[in-house]
């Protein structure tokens, strides 16, 4: 499948076929992602959709990132989730990493410099011949199609559900995005050093309650984590990682326009970038919501 679907202006002037390999991937566009994630949803196929983005694909490369410090065992360790992805199943456990293309994601993508700084990473740590998958499917389904987005919310409420998140989301945001929830709570800060004790927290719940999904809202501790626990529990429970997609809902529930991350998103159009509020989406959710 042919990666690149623009003309180099769509990438503020940078043509990623001059430096990386973009054509040459087994690539899975956002648009059939979300498909793919809706299919199994709807016929109970237990499948895993991690993302491996600009957080960890970046950090391996320069350690340099605003919510952690530099340490090399972040490092080590998710360059060793790097490979033990390798002997996973391609459609049971879905790797998503930041290289759709304005066209395949709906216009919503990482920053040029991002895709840069992981690309050097996935060049040295992740096997290119494998099959990926659009990493910003379900953020940008969040941003740009509401209707579908509250299906997705509708969808995961008919099953019996855990998240893994934030230790300050408050329980209301949480049940009215995804219905009566178990919350596995993560610290707010450096969440990584955290994630074999997650880890253990949820095998443990997981057995007491059976979930049929286990979302991801944990920061560096989801990585480990989901690539642990698909191991551990065998395969059998789907997790979707869903990264900062609750975070403007919990902002509008306290009534914050923004938090110390900007609380926003990155469009990019055939004209150039801007930024977009969260408070945008947000609202037109609920409106979907309310009036169902």
Same mark, same amino acid.
């Given at each position: 499948m042919?990666?690149?679907?623009?003309?180099?202006?769509?990438?503020?002037?940078?043509?990623?076929?001059?430096?990386?390999?973009?054509?040459?991937?087994?690539?899975?566009?956002?648009?059939?992602?979300?498909?793919?994630?809706?299919?199994?949803?709807?016929?109970?196929?237990?499948?895993?959709?991690?993302?491996?983005?600009?957080?960890?694909?970046?950090? !391996?490369?320069?350690?340099?990132?605003?919510?952690?410090?530099?340490? *090399?065992? $972040?490092k =080590? /360790?998710? @360059? %060793?989730?790097? +490979?033990?992805?390798?002997?996973?199943?391609?459609?049971?456990?879905?790797?998503?990493?930041?290289?759709?293309?304005?066209?395949?994601?709906?216009?919503?993508?990482?920053?040029?410099?991002?895709?840069?700084q992981?690309?050097k990473?996935m060049?040295?740590?992740?096997?290119?011949d494998?099959?990926y998958?659009?990493?910003?499917?379900?953020h940008?389904?969040?941003?740009?199609?509401?209707?579908?987005?509250v299906d997705?919310?509708?969808?995961?409420?008919?099953?019996k559900?855990?998240?893994?998140?934030n230790?300050?989301?408050?329980?209301?945001?949480?049940?009215?995005?995804?219905?009566?929830?178990?919350? !596995?709570?993560?610290?707010?800060?450096?969440?990584?050093?955290?994630? *074999?004790? $997650?880890? =253990? /927290?949820? @095998? %443990?719940?997981? +057995?007491?309650?059976?979930?049929?999904?286990?979302?991801?809202?944990?920061?560096f501790?989801?990585?480990?984590?989901?690539?642990?626990?698909?191991?551990?529990?065998?395969?059998?429970?789907?997790?979707?990682?869903?990264?900062?997609?609750?975070?403007?809902?919990?902002?509008?529930?306290?009534?914050?326009?923004?938090?110390p991350?900007?609380?926003?998103?990155?469009?990019?159009?055939?004209?150039?970038?801007?930024?977009?509020?969260?408070?945008?989406?947000?609202?037109?959710?609920?409106?979907?919501?309310?009036?169902?």
């Amino acid at each position: 499948m042919k990666i690149y679907g623009g003309d180099g202006k769509d990438w503020g002037g940078w043509d990623p076929k001059t430096d990386y390999p973009w054509y040459s991937l087994d690539f899975k566009s956002t648009k059939e992602v979300r498909s793919i994630i809706f299919n199994n949803l709807r016929n109970d196929k237990i499948f895993s959709f991690v993302r491996f983005g600009d957080g960890p694909l970046g950090y !391996v490369d320069d350690m340099n990132h605003r919510w952690h410090p530099k340490d *090399e065992k $972040i490092k =080590n /360790e998710f @360059i %060793k989730n790097f +490979k033990k992805i390798d002997d996973y199943n391609q459609d049971d456990f879905m790797v998503g990493i930041p290289m759709d293309t304005p066209i395949m994601s709906d216009g919503l993508i990482s920053p040029i410099t991002s895709i840069r700084q992981c690309w050097k990473s996935m060049n040295k740590y992740l096997d290119l011949d494998r099959k990926y998958f659009a990493h910003n499917a379900i953020h940008s389904m969040f941003v740009c199609e509401y209707k579908m987005t509250v299906d997705f919310l509708n969808l995961v409420k008919s099953k019996k559900v855990c998240i893994v998140g934030n230790e300050r989301y408050p329980i209301e945001v949480l049940n009215y995005l995804y219905g009566d929830v178990h919350h !596995v709570k993560v610290p707010y800060i450096n969440a990584f050093y955290s994630h *074999e004790s $997650i880890t =253990n /927290e949820v @095998i %443990k719940q997981q +057995k007491a309650n059976n979930f049929d999904v286990i979302l991801f809202a944990a920061s560096f501790a989801t990585y480990p984590t989901m690539v642990s626990l698909f191991e551990k529990l065998n395969n059998s429970v789907t997790m979707i990682d869903i990264g900062s997609t609750i975070d403007p809902f919990v902002n509008d529930y306290y009534n914050i326009r923004a938090t110390p991350q900007g609380n926003v998103v990155t469009h990019s159009g055939k004209r150039g970038w801007w930024i977009t509020d969260y408070t945008d989406f947000v609202r037109n959710i609920k409106k979907v919501i309310s009036d169902q």
